[in-house]
T-cell receptor, first 115, second 113 residues
């Protein structure tokens, strides 16, 4: 049973370009979470999604960032017009249909570098 | 909303010595508590979790943690540290009515030979 998959593992973008990060949850998991980890910092919650539905986006920056989890295919975290401050590791986690406190399983992360 | 504090940014212990990593949480009801470990360049691996019941929780790799409601703490312990335990450790708290988790800033563990 494959774990949470993220791609690409490393992504380099120039300022002003778009970054698309993909996350395929574990089989049977219908909930996806995105976190950002800045250098020397902990994980910051960004967004929590079910299929075709955003449950909580309280951690998402108001501009340039968006997330989706379509009925078919992976979850996508999209960052438009990237800036140097967006350089970070972005982690995706998934869980089964969530009752409270369900364990989240993490992917290996995508490391974004903005030049 | 729930929050977590890990007071120690960096801890160094000798191999074979005991380890305790501190975690304090803030939440108005019974929390769900987790410890994750992150090796350099890797994702997070769950070490253990507390939902209810016995306040002393056993995890993988010989780790354990104790939930103390009176102190709002969930400290991670290991009796004898191995060099392979060197990593970043994150405490996290979840709420009873949703599945959002909040992470502490992490504690980096260095193991001396």
């Amino acid at each position: 049973n494959a774990g949470v998959m993220q791609n690409p593992r490393h992504l380099v973008r120039r300022r002003g370009q778009e970054a698309r990060l993909r996350c395929s949850p574990m089989k049977g998991h219908s909930h996806v979470y995105w976190y950002r980890q800045l250098p020397e910092e902990g994980l910051k919650f960004m967004v929590y999604l079910q299929k075709e539905n955003i449950i909580d986006e309280s951690g998402m920056p108001k501009e340039r960032f968006s997330a989706e989890f379509p009925k078919e295919g992976p979850s996508i975290l999209r960052i438009q017009q990237v800036v140097r401050g967006d350089s970070a590791a972005y982690f995706c986690a998934s869980s089964p249909p969530a009752k409270a406190g369900e364990t989240q399983y993490f992917g290996p992360g995508t490391r974004l570098l903005v030049l | 909303a729930q929050s977590v504090t890990q007071p120690d940014i960096h801890i160094t212990v000798s191999e074979g010595a005991s380890l305790e990593l501190r975690c304090n949480y803030s939440y108005g009801a019974t929390p769900y508590l987790f410890w994750y470990v992150q090796s350099p360049g890797q994702g997070l691996q769950l070490l253990l979790k507390y939902f209810s019941g016995d306040t002393l929780v056993q995890g993988i790799k010989g780790f354990e943690a104790e939930f103390k409601r009176s102190q709002s703490s969930f400290n991670l312990r290991k009796p004898s540290v191995h060099w392979s335990d060197a990593a970043e450790y994150f405490c996290a708290v979840g709420a009873y009515n949703n599945n959002d988790m909040r992470f502490g800033a992490g504690t980096r563990l260095t193991v001396k030979p």
